[in-house]
């Protein structure tokens, strides 16, 4: 499984919200969440939930699935 994270800059984005906003939501550091939007680094599943809330993003439609996981 891998998040799409051009996806998730680009909802960020047209929502004008800051790295340091999302990061201060999801209790992390900018430097974190940064790593998380150039796909540098994992997050958890709860926050990663939350995430999709707060960028009003369908799970399915952003997350990318190997051919096994389909």
């Known amino acids: 499984m891998k998040i799409k994270t051009e996806m998730l800059r680009e909802a960020r984005r047209k929502k004008d919200y800051s790295q340091e906003y999302i990061a201060h939501l999801l209790d992390i550091s900018q430097s974190h969440y940064s790593k998380i939007e150039n796909g540098d680094t994992h997050m958890d599943i709860i926050k990663l ?20 996981q389909q």
């Open 49 to 68: 939930g939350k995430l999709f809330d707060i960028l009003d993003l369908n799970p399915l439609e952003s997350i990318e699935f190997s051919d096994k």
